[in-house]
């Protein structure tokens, strides 16, 4: 919504960003630029020495060759070194293919798309879907330090700076009521 320039009040955001430093440890370091390469992201990390560093998103990256199967790979893997050699945690965002779209609750790993060395070099996966404007369901796909494939749901409402876990039961009258909403608007 932030980057769209809606549905988001720019009060309540500026105001987030005043007390993030007084609510959250450590240091984190973002990065959104489109055809960032490795020895860039090493730079950042380097010169800011995040304990987490962010990559929105993956096939943004600017990687050897076109960008195929084996080149997103070898970035991956590069991300992977790249976290052990600087002991800095790198989250980073990846597109589902197709086949994810049709899957009714949250897909898997095996929807990733662009390469399979995506999920194998992970040490976490996580995959989520947005079921209506304030309801998204996540799933822990794969977990290398500690348990693995169970999902649960969230209230997102960014309107009113609402992020919280909610049971089945609530996510699905937050969807309904989501929908009554939209009904009433159109």
Avoid: C
């Avoid at 370091?29 to 990559?55: K, N, V, W």
């Amino acid at each position: 919504a932030l980057a769209q320039g809606s549905d988001f009040d720019l009060v309540e955001y500026k105001k987030f960003l005043k007390e993030m430093k007084s609510v959250t440890k450590g240091a984190m370091t973002m990065s959104d630029t489109r055809r960032i390469g490795l020895t860039e992201i090493a730079a950042q990390i380097e010169r800011h020495q995040p304990d987490i560093y962010f990559l929105d998103y993956l096939t943004l990256a600017r990687m050897q060759g076109e960008g195929g199967w084996k080149d997103i790979g070898d970035f991956t893997k590069g991300l992977k070194d790249l976290a052990k050699e600087t002991d800095t945690v790198i989250v980073s965002a990846a597109q589902l293919n197709r086949q994810a779209a049709g899957t009714k609750g949250v897909a898997g790993s095996d929807t990733i798309g662009g390469s399979d060395q995506i999920g194998q070099d992970a040490d976490v996966i996580m995959t989520m879907k947005k079921h209506s404007e304030t309801v998204i369901q996540y799933r822990l796909e794969k977990n290398r330090q500690g348990r693995a494939g169970y999902h649960w749901w969230m209230n997102l409402d960014l309107q009113k700076g609402i992020y919280r876990e909610v049971s089945h039961n609530d996510a699905q009258d937050l969807i309904d009521r989501d929908k009554d909403r939209e009904d009433d608007e159109y």
